[in-house]
């Protein structure tokens, strides 16, 4: 019997709740941020989360992975780390005079990334073939990671001193980009009350087998067609904006969103519907992850940079000028 069976209440959006309601239990506020590591967990998807230091970035990808039962490792990144430090290098055995292998710190349940934006562009690539086909490739032998398995990654959005600049290849393999601000005056009390003392030990909710039955179930939430049109007319509306009612984007938006998205949108639209305790898709459940999928994808021009425009701001944009289908409810006769 797993820790999940244990519980009261034990259907699947109950104990995705109680998990939820669990890492709430010791990150004060940063709802949104809490809710995106859950779901993109259950979309099998990666997260990088972009705030200031001290808003609980690492606490809240520590506190997942106890709760979730999975295998956890930190790695900071610096300018001066190389590829094998974070996948593993051969190793030569004197006493046996031949060559082993020693797997990198990636071989967990959640690998955290921390500040990924300072490593050079070898580690970066490095990461690629861990973050896409979930396996690492040491000495012509091929290792596959556990599962399940998803990278959370951080980056100051302030500090550009020793920084580089995430590619765009590889900030298309994060499902979400969420950002984090500074915590509000209530909950900067609560941090205080709760924190300045002992701080609460999270406890274990899932296990690795339940979660990965979570992530089938997931991917089972049914979609309907006029779903699956409007996530198709929201990624086109970044290509070919003036099409959808937007010129004026023209000028805007240098390269659209690529067909991740599309996958994205619903993947991680169905992973909120499930934590909602609903088995399909709604039109509000893409239009609830669309900033957090499309923004870190959309690509913009030269002016608009210099512009100060916010890409998550030109995706707010298109959700008011794409409009979702209507549903209607069958109430029955009246």
């Known amino acids: 019997m797993t820790v999940a069976e244990e519980l009261p209440g034990n259907t699947d959006a109950e104990v995705l709740r109680q998990a939820l309601a669990e890492v709430k239990r010791v990150?004060?506020?940063?709802?949104?941020?809490?809710?995106?590591?859950?779901?993109?967990?259950?979309?099998r998807g990666h997260c990088l989360i972009e705030g200031v230091p001290g808003v609980a970035k690492t606490l809240a990808a520590s506190t997942l992975a106890t709760v979730v039962g999975g295998t956890f490792a930190r790695v900071q990144f610096t300018p001066d780390l190389v590829p094998s430090d974070i996948v593993g290098t051969r190793v030569f055995h004197p006493s046996s005079e031949t060559f082993g292998i020693e797997l990198g710190p990636v071989f967990v349940n959640f690998l955290l990334a921390d500040e990924i934006n300072r490593a050079p562009a070898k580690v970066q690539s490095a990461l690629l073939e861990v973050m896409a086909e979930r396996q690492v490739t040491l000495a012509g032998k091929t290792h596959a990671l556990p599962r399940p398995f998803i990278v959370l990654a951080?980056?100051?959005p302030v500090e550009s001193e020793g920084v580089y600049p995430l590619p765009e290849v590889q900030r298309d393999r994060f499902l979400f980009k969420v950002r984090v601000g500074h915590p509000g005056a209530q909950d900067e009390l609560e941090i205080l009350h709760r924190m300045s003392v002992a701080p609460p030990t999270p406890r274990t909710v899932l296990d690795a087998d339940r979660l990965m039955a979570l992530q089938e179930l997931a991917e089972q939430v049914s979609v309907h067609q006029l779903v699956a049109d409007y996530v198709v007319r929201l990624v086109m509306a970044t290509r070919a904006p003036a099409d959808y009612g937007l010129?004026?984007?023209r000028e805007t938006i240098e390269i659209g969103v690529s067909p991740r998205a599309t996958l994205g949108l619903v993947s991680a639209g169905r992973a909120l519907a499930l934590l909602r305790g609903r088995d399909y898709l709604l039109p509000d459940d893409v239009r609830d992850v669309a900033v957090d999928v499309m923004g870190?994808?959309?690509?913009?021009?030269?002016?608009a940079l210099a512009d100060g425009i916010d890409p998550d701001d030109v995706v707010r944009q298109l959700l008011t000028a794409v409009p979702p289908p209507l549903v209607v409810w069958n109430q029955g006769p009246r």
């Open 296 to 303: 870190h994808r959309l690509m913009l021009t030269f002016d």
């Open 27 to 43: 990150i004060v506020g940063q709802e949104h941020m809490v809710e995106r590591l859950l779901v993109a967990l259950l979309a």
């Open 154 to 156: 951080t980056q100051n």
């Open 247 to 249: 010129p004026d984007l």
